[in-house]
């Protein structure tokens, strides 16, 4: 959340927008008022839960609510956050790379922090880090190792294994927010599998190669890097959308200082494999997408207030956060058969 706006200079604003767009609907989702009295900037899925933060520093800055946006509490009450801007980026883990299942990781200024899911314990998972932490994703794809992906204010990218050790992937040399990996087989240019993060100050959007060579997304020499100003949420669209069935499929917002809104996974449909971005200046939401020749920005919807951090919730996330049948749905089914054979006995 940047209060200044920096101007792209001579960079040009490649803006190829579709008049016959389909627009996208938010909906509100949850609004965390009251408990919690300030506007919500971080807010991610957690298997069983949402969970979400807000402009706080010191204790009580995180909440939760139950997987309808209901149920509004604080969450981890007695977990202190600070910063320098108040704001802490929260992540869920999903049980990859040694990471355990849908617990909770927090932005703490230079630092994060780790809470159990039922918000019962926490830690200091990683420390000293080279600026504040503005993004916090999974990689769900395997090509950095299933590793935590870091950004901060210094324009540092960093991989954090399961132990909580980072590692410099690279540097870009400005503030970074929002971040997510190009799903493997979405032809998003040459960069499926690749780091893709956003940053607000000049707009330009980056992709990271897990051997850390930064690469400025662009159309070529004449019309320059792509620009989307105040760039700041960013996520692609899962190849296999709607796949779950599943009605938390969708992208969820902070919509600061309201509420946070939700865009049904419907809503995407036909973007399969392209990169959602919201803009915290001016609060559109934007698509970016290869058309397998350049780049192509449409504006497909836009928030009331002011887009802050978010999540696309995926068929994948939810695989890795819902119970296995082995252990739930067939217990119950062996026992209704066991039912089955007493009766028929009785019966018989």
């Known amino acids: 959340m940047s209060r200044t706006l920096q101007l792209a200079g001579s960079f040009a604003l490649l803006f190829a927008l579709s008049s016959n767009a389909s627009a996208v609907t938010f909906n509100i989702f949850t609004d965390p008022h009251p408990p919690m009295t300030q506007g919500t900037v971080g807010f991610t899925y957690a298997g069983n839960k949402f969970v979400g933060s807000v402009l706080q520093n010191g204790v009580g800055s ?9 149920n509004v509490q604080p969450f981890a009450p007695a977990v202190s956050l600070n910063s320098s801007t108040a704001e802490h980026f929260v ?3 999903f049980g990859l790379g040694g990471f355990p299942t849908s617990d909770i990781y927090a932005a703490d200024g230079p630092n994060i922090v780790h809470v159990t899911n039922n918000g019962a314990s926490s ?3 990683v420390t000293g880090l080279a600026g504040e932490v503005r993004g916090i994703t999974f990689d ?3 090509t950095f190792s299933n590793n935590m992906l870091v950004t901060t204010s210094a324009g540092n990218v960093y991989q954090v294994n399961s132990a909580g050790v980072p590692s410099l992937l690279a540097n870009v040399g400005e503030d970074v927010e929002g971040l997510d990996v190009a799903p493997l087989g979405a032809n998003f240019a040459t960069f499926d599998g690749q780091l893709i993060v956003a940053s607000e100050g000049s707009g330009f959007i980056r992709a990271i190669s ?3 060579v930064v690469t400025v997304l662009n159309n070529g020499s004449l019309a320059g890097p792509i620009v989307i100003n105040s760039a700041e949420e960013l996520t692609f669209v899962p190849l296999n ?21 939700k865009a049904d996974g419907s809503e995407f449909l036909g973007m399969q494999g392209d990169v959602i971005i919201t803009s915290e200046i001016g609060g559109q939401v934007r698509n970016l997408h290869w058309n397998g020749t350049k780049f192509i920005v ?9 887009p802050e951090d978010g999540i696309f919730v995926t068929p994948q996330m939810l695989s890795l956060t819902t119970p296995e049948p ?9 026992f209704v058969a066991v039912l089955g054979c007493m009766r028929r006995r009785l019966v018989g």
């Open 326 to 334: 082995s252990s739930v749905v067939l217990a119950a089914m062996a």
């Open 210 to 212: 897990p051997g850390g």
């Open 91 to 93: 992540a869920a883990s």
């Open 298 to 306: 449409t504006q497909i919807g836009s928030f009331p207030n002011q």
């Open 123 to 125: 830690n200091t998972f």
């Open 241 to 261: 959308l709607g796949v779950s069935g599943n009605p938390l499929e969708g992208l969820y917002g902070a919509n600061y200082t309201q509420n946070v809104l």
């Open 62 to 70: 995180l909440y939760s609510t139950d997987l309808n946006g209901a």
């Open 140 to 142: 769900l794809q395997g």
